[in-house]
T-cell receptor
Framework: EADIYQTPRYLVIGTGKKITLECSQT?????MYWYQQDPGMELHLIHY???????EKGDLSSESTVSRIRTEHFPLTLESARPSHTSQYLC?????????????FGPGTRLLVL | SQKIEQNSEALNIQEGKTATLTCNYT??????LQWYRQDPGRGPVFLLL?????KEKRKERLKVTFDTTLKQSLFHITASQPADSATYLC??????????FGAGTRLAVHP
């Protein structure tokens, strides 16, 4: 079992609210990722980070933002939630191993925006 | 565009049989390929990695093959058990440290 945690596990919220999804890992990994996954669909990378103060946008455009102030913490924020943001959000981390990084995933946050 | 295809239909097999899942890709030349297991409502869990110069990789009841000419990987579970029921994802490296995932194939092993 990987030491990567996400809270909350489930979130139901109204349109227009600001939300922050928490992700933390205790493995000391520099690289962290956020994915979005709809039921039966691929994971889509929305943000990633190579280390403290490093953040990059992924392949899927997202209205969310991320920050990386500490190695172990990589929160994702939605300033104004909309029903189109309803999805599962998965956080992951990896350690460098000659380009063959395997990723360790958290349990995910299932978000429902009404 | 780059694409990974996995059979979207669920694979139903009887306990004890070998399950074979397929991953096809186009417009990639990956140095390695990974397989993950995902249970409902959970994050994926890494299973195996195979490099482009390896034809086959084994781990306990799991076996992965990688054919760079066919642009295909096969994932086998021998002596399958109901506990193997899950969705299995293949993933390729695309760019520096970024993985591209297939949508996965759901496996159901019946007693």
């Amino acid at each position: 079992e990987a030491d990567i945690y996400q809270t909350p596990r489930y979130l139901v919220i109204g349109t227009g609210k600001k939300i922050t999804l928490e992700c933390s890992q205790t493995m000391g990994h520099d690289k962290m990722y956020w994915y979005q996954q709809d039921p039966g669909m691929e994971l889509h990378l929305i943000h990633y980070s190579y280390g403290v103060n490093s953040t990059e946008k992924g392949d899927l455009s997202s209205e969310s933002t991320v920050s990386r102030i500490r190695t172990e913490h990589f929160p994702l924020t939605l300033e104004s939630a909309r029903p189109s943001h309803t999805s599962q959000y998965l956080c992951a981390s990896s350690e460098p191993s000659g380009g063959e990084e395997t990723q360790y995933f958290g349990p995910g946050t299932r978000l429902l925006v009404l | 565009s780059q694409k990974i295809e996995q059979n979207s239909e669920a694979l139903n097999i009887q306990e004890g049989k070998t399950a074979t899942l397929t991953c096809n890709y186009t417009n990639y030349s990956p140095a390695y390929l990974q397989w993950y297991r995902q249970d409902p409502g959970r994050g994926p869990v890494f299973l195996l990695l195979i490099r482009e110069n390896e034809k086959e990789k084994r781990k306990e009841r799991l076996k992965v093959t990688f054919d760079t000419t066919l642009k295909q990987s096969l994932f086998h579970i021998t002596a399958s058990q109901p506990a193997d029921s899950a969705t299995y994802l293949c993933a390729l490296v695309a760019g520096y440290n970024k993985l591209i995932f297939g949508a996965g194939t759901r496996l159901a092993v019946h007693p």
